[in-house]
């Protein structure tokens, strides 16, 4: 995961923003399901709303940090299904930015 976070960091800092965006996406995504899975939740099979739904339930994730990962679900859908167009680098920045606190704070 944190491969990602490093390719990504360098991708958007190279104005690469459709390559950012995916790997960002990737790596907040499997991020959130090890920390489910740290946690005790059965997540393997779920989407990352079904997963961020999973630990807002456990109060894994709370107010503003819920409110935020929550936005990056339709980030990761444009990312995902090639609607490039459709992202600003400020977003994915701004992912790439949660991703690595989130990772830091939970699953270091």
């Known amino acids: 995961v944190a491969d990602f976070i490093t ?8 104005d690469i923003k459709e390559v ?10 499997d991020s959130l399901k090890r920390y489910a899975g740290l946690n005790g939740l059965q997540v393997d099979d779920k989407d990352m709303s ?7 339930s456990a109060g894994l994730l709370k107010g503003p940090q819920a409110s935020v990962v929550t936005s ?3 980030t990761r859908n444009k990312a995902f ?3 490039f167009n459709k992202i600003e680098m400020p ?3 701004s992912l790439i930015a949660f991703t690595e606190e989130f990772i830091i704070k939970n699953l270091s």
Do not use: D, F, G
Not at 22 to 29: G, H, K, Q, Y
Not at 50 to 56: D, G, R, S
């Open 7 to 14: 390719l990504a960091r360098q991708t958007a800092q190279e």
């Open 20 to 29: 950012a965006a995916v790997l960002a996406s990737a790596a907040l995504e």
């Open 50 to 56: 079904e997963v961020i739904n999973a630990l807002k």
């Open 72 to 74: 990056y679900i339709q």
């Open 81 to 83: 299904h090639a609607e």
């Open 91 to 93: 977003e994915v920045k």
